[in-house]
């Protein structure tokens, strides 16, 4: 192993211990975290703020999220939906994608800006991931691939979309960050017949969740 690809290992180790200082204790999701290389999903200039405790700008007003964030979104879904089939809203990236598919889900992926969407499917591509990815409007989900067994929006939303959850299987789950521009409520909703189970958890700070039941992108 190079010097360079030992020093980027160890920095993903020592990023896995900063999460279990932070409370994420899934031994599944620590091991995915292990697994993944985050800084593939970084342009080159960019590899020595990789395995950083932050955000960091992608482009076009979108961030890869702070890995405690993807963490515990991830951690929520892990405890709800063992396996399965996953839809994330807002590929981005493409980091959160690959985390679900190394816990084995089978995964589908809607980004709106398609830049990300065309550098995303090339990085899967490249990397022999089995995601399927499509270019949309996420608020109105994949229809055509429904019902899913849980849902993952990685951008902050006014309102849960009405299409996601109607998308959900029984029993499935979404995780969405809800709230105003400034700061959201990361919220689980759990289906159940025609009723949806609310749950709140901390509050957080993403991009807007942009589209037809979302924010108006006028509006940022």
Known sequence: MKEAEKLLDLRRKEMVETLKLYGITNRRVLDAFQDVPRH???????????YNDGAYPIGFGQTISQPYTVALMTTLLVERCFSGKVLEIGTGSGYQSAILDALGYSVFTVERIFELYQRAEKLFSKCRLNIACRFGDGTLGWVEEAPFDAIMVTAGAPKEPESLLRQLAENGCMIIPIGGKDSQQMTVFRKEGNNCKRELFEHFMFVPLVGREGWDDTVF
């Not at 593939?40 to 990789?50: I, M, Q, S």
């Open 40 to 50: 593939l999903f970084f342009k080159g200039e960019a590899l020595d703020a990789a």
